[in-house]
């Protein structure tokens, strides 16, 4: 038996519960928020991280924003491949990916 099964048991959950679907559907919208601000907004991202920006050179600057940006388009493809899955949680959709 995997963890995750174990986990929802001891919850008294189990994997088409409403909670356990909606909380993950939260956690795509984050993920999608903090993607979106990652692409749109870098330096907000950067400061949240509480990174000084004042003391890096404009090359790294612009590498960083880069990176920022590549981790968030990575945030927004894994929040919307969780919010399809609580959009359409059929398995056998999934199974054909």
Known sequence: MNNTRVIMSYLGLSSQSPLAIN?????????????????????VMLNVWEVDTSVIAAKEKNLIEALIQLYGLRNVALGLMIVAVRISPTVELWARW
Do not use: H, S
Not at 29 to 35: D, K, S
């Open 23 to 43: 909380t993950a559907a939260g956690f795509g919208v984050f993920q999608l928020t903090l993607g979106l601000t990652g692409i749109l907004r870098p330096y």
